[in-house]
């Protein structure tokens, strides 16, 4: 990490609140566009940024430099909109692990693939339109880019569960995807 960033960090937890600030609109916008793509709402995201940025200045004594402090703090803004969707439906069903099937990574990368015409906009809404627990799953794993591991310490679930989820969703995600012709799916 950047000595520049490791001293505005070691401010931080001193409470310097110029350095806190510094620190705040260098992190905020991409926060912001991590927020939104969970809640799709800017006010709520909004809120997200500022609760986790309370809670990443509150805990900053806990950050370790294992990862960046983005990383870290991404994390955070993840967890914090996970938790205002659970808030809003309730809660995720819980899958029994006794009915998961275990899932090979390698199938994975070939069967990502849609149809030409289908646009990225279409793609999108037909992610939001899934299930929670398929719709995190699937966020997570293909916009930000978190391995089952890291999955389902978030989403507090078993990597089987998180792998299973996937596979679900993918499937789920690619009956929406398939072009309609004359009304109908082919």
């Not at 993840?78 to 938790?83: H, L, V, W």
């Amino acid at each position: 990490m950047k000595t520049l960033q490791i001293d505005i960090i070691e401010q931080c937890k001193q409470n310097n609140r110029a350095a806190q600030l510094k620190l705040y609109n260098q992190y905020c916008d991409g926060m912001y566009a991590v927020a939104m793509r969970f809640v799709k709402d800017s006010m709520e995201a909004e809120d997200i940024v500022q609760e986790a940025f309370i809670k990443a200045f509150a805990k900053l004594n806990q950050y370790k430099a294992e990862v960046t402090f983005g990383a870290w703090l991404k994390r955070i803004v993840i967890n914090k909109s996970i938790d205002c969707l659970k808030s809003k439906k309730q809660h995720l069903q819980e899958l029994e692990e006794v009915h998961l099937k275990v899932v090979d990574d390698d199938d994975y990368q070939h069967e990502w693939l849609v149809e030409d015409t289908v646009k990225l906009d279409e793609i999108k809404l037909a992610i939001q339109k899934l299930p929670d627990k398929y719709r995190y799953v699937i966020m997570l794993y293909l916009v930000e880019g978190y391995d089952h591991q890291e999955i389902s310490e978030i989403l507090n679930i078993s990597e089987v569960a998180s792998r299973t989820q996937l596979s679900r969703g993918k499937s789920k995600l690619k009956e929406q995807l398939i072009p309609l012709k004359n009304g109908t799916r082919y």
